[in-house]
DNA sequence: CTGGTAGTATAACAAACGTTTGACTTAAAC
DNA sequence: GTTTAAGTCAAACGTTTGTTATACTACCAG
């Protein structure tokens, strides 16, 4: 506990794995794939981490921490804003494209978010810890902001809405591969990133009778 | 080319061989697993399918065509109902309800789903095909119904509302691990998904600036 | 009855898997 | 200089993997 942060050939191991379990999941991936990569031996596995099951939580735990790192969270400090139609339309916009920005930046890794989903998918049992330390926080705050928006909505509405926002965003990260198949791309470009932020806070803004954000 | 539907024994392996698949995973679901889950033994993969690999294609083209007949396509029939807005709000509610009811019905094999999530995943080479006969369609299909409720909309609009309307509903496939954590529940029940459609039919219809559609 | 085909079952195959052992290197401690 | 600890490495461990060779059963045709 309390660990500093990861060095050497730990460190190796780590984002070496991360890649191949984001890659080819947890039993895709073998320990000389790993060690291959990471530039060592396999014997540094189990020696640094006991197993290949503990490398990947331990890989899990770093992208969580990492990736916390990398969340902006000063959204909702400047209260001023909340006070008008405007304002709070424009706090929305700069939520929305700022997540784009975050989920697709270039130096945001991009097997972190491929990670997750397979630990959706495969029900990781960690990840529990990450829903309760970094989804339900990220919940209650873009449910803040958007009964500010709407101080009608109920608490199960904001519920609902936060998850329509959330899923704007999350669309264009878990369905990637076959949208580039449908629009015949080989990657999101940056104008399309854009183009795509600039709808979804269009739309999001507008489901709540707000006014349009300006650019 | 032209083969029947599978029956007996292969039928059996590929929905035992389906259900592990989307469990597990291709290269985390053994042969012996499969085998003893149909009810066989191993050597039947290998006599029927030809390889391990053969069967999971075989099994994904199955589900696709399964799911496929599952879809109700019928919305795009009564022309008349497109002439007012009330009309196309009708619609678009309906199409939202409909998907929701097919995707988490009780009668469509829950790990449809979660495989296809994992062909996304795993760029399954068959993926390509899927989206090309599959999911083209459904979007110019979608893409059509909006562009009637907003005729100003230009094509990439259009695109990008269709994304929008199937994000909101993906979501709730993708991240029903982390929703249901996050909710504290155990699985989705009946008037969760009610309300859940419900909003979503609500929200989109007001981005476009539709009238509230009737329950 | 005989021959042939389709399907099933057992047992074995080589290859790959995660893990462990024991020798070797390095460097700071005494 | 010796000791101690940490880390690296090649080689081997016992299992499990996907696949297959072989024998066996059932059924229809001649």
Redesign the pocket.
Known sequence: MAEPEPT???LALITAAGELFAEHGL?G???????EKA??????????F??????HAEVMRYVMLDADLRRPSTLLQDEERFNTPEGIAQVIAELIHGRFETYFSQDQPSWYSRLIVRAFLDRTPSLNVVVQQVFRPDQEAVMHILRRANPTLSEEEACFWAFSLNAEIAFFEFCKTPILLLLEKESYDQSFLKAAAGHVARMITAALGLPEPVE
Not at 29 to 35: E, G, L, M, Q
Not at 39 to 47: E, H, R, S
Not at 50 to 55: A, D, F, Q, R, V
Request: proline content about 0%; hydrophobic content about 35%.
């Open positions: 050497g050939t730990k039993e991936t073998s320990v000389r794939a790993i060690a530039g060592t031996n396999v014997a540094a596995i189990n020696y640094h006991g197993s290949k099951e503990n490398l």
